[in-house]
C-alpha cells in the first residue's frame, strides 16, 4: 500500500492529502467542538453543533481545502463524526456515495429514492450534483495501515453511476491506495470515487469528521441541510 505521502491527484485520481491542514490550535478547536459528542456509535450527524461552523466555512481551517477547488462559493452540507472503538467497529465494502442531506421532501425529478440516515433524510440526486461536490475527510488521530484508513479506487471517480454488478471490476483495473494519514491531515476526495474500509485492529481508535461540500444550489426548491 502507498504511503502517507503518496502523489495523489484530485484531478486525475479523485483523492489528494493536505498534509497537517489544521495546526495544533485548529486540532484542538476541533476537539472542543466534539468532545461532548455521543461515542460507540457508527457515525453521529453534527448538525447545529457550536463552533462547528466557523471551522467548516470556506476561510475556516478546514473549508478552505474545499473552497481551493471548488471557490469560494463551497459550503459544507453533510457533516458526520465516525469514531471506530473496540465495542463500535465496523467494516464498509467498496461503494460510491450516492444520496445528500435535504431539509425537506420535496418532489423533484430525477431526486430519490429517500432515505432517513442518521436521523437525516436523505436522497439519491442525479450523478451530475455528485459530480460537483467534494468531501473532505479531517484526521484528528493518525491513521497508519493498521487503523483503518479509506481505501479508494484511484480514477472511479470519472466513470459515473456504477452498477453493483460492475464494482469488484472497476476496482481490479482502478487499483487501491489507501489513504494514510496524521492527526491534522485532510484528505480530499472526490465525492462519487469508489471506496472502502476495514475494521480498526489498531490500539487507537481513528476519529475522522467527514464533511461533504458543495457550491451549488438543489433544483426546485430542495435545500442542503448544511451543519
Known amino acids: 500500500m502507498p504511503s502517507r505521502d503518496a502523489k495523489l491527484e484530485l484531478g486525475r485520481d479523485g483523492a489528494e492529502l493536505a498534509p497537517l491542514a489544521l495546526d495544533g490550535d485548529a486540532l484542538a478547536a476541533l476537539e472542543r467542538v466534539i468532545a461532548d459528542q455521543p461515542r460507540d456509535v457508527a457515525g453521529v450527524r453534527l448538525y447545529g453543533v457550536e463552533g462547528l461552523a466557523p471551522l467548516l ?7 478552505f481545502a474545499a473552497a481551493q477547488a471548488l471557490g469560494m462559493g463551497a459550503r459544507p452540507v453533510r457533516a ?13 465494502a467498496w461503494h460510491q456515495d450516492r444520496v445528500v442531506a435535504v431539509r425537506e421532501r420535496k418532489d423533484v425529478e430525477g431526486f430519490g429514492p429517500w432515505t432517513r440516515k442518521h436521523g437525516a433524510l436523505h436522497v439519491a ?58 492527526a491534522g491531515d485532510v484528505w480530499i476526495y472526490a465525492t462519487p470515487i469508489l471506496h ?29 441541510l448544511g451543519v
Not at 466555512?57 to 473549508?63: E, L, N, S, T, V
Open 196 to 224: 472502502a474500509s476495514e475494521r480498526a485492529s489498531g490500539a487507537r481508535h481513528p476519529r475522522v469528521l467527514q464533511v461533504d461540500y458543495s457550491a451549488d444550489d438543489l433544483p426546485s426548491g430542495l435545500q442542503w
Open 80 to 92: 458526520i463524526l465516525f469514531d471506530k472503538t473496540p465495542s463500535s467497529n465496523w467494516s464498509l
Open 125 to 182: 440526486p442525479p450523478f451530475h450534483v455528485l459530480a460537483r461536490m467534494l468531501t473532505l475527510r479531517v484526521h484528528l488521530d493518525p491513521t497508519p495501515e493498521t487503523n483503518a484508513p479509506l481505501l479508494i479506487a484511484p480514477g472511479s471517480h470519472r466513470l459515473g453511476r456504477i452498477a453493483e454488478a460492475d464494482v469488484a471490476r472497476v476496482v481490479r483495473d482502478c487499483g487501491i491506495a489507501a489513504c494514510l494519514a496524521e
Open 57 to 63: 466555512q470556506a476561510d475556516g481551517p478546514i473549508g
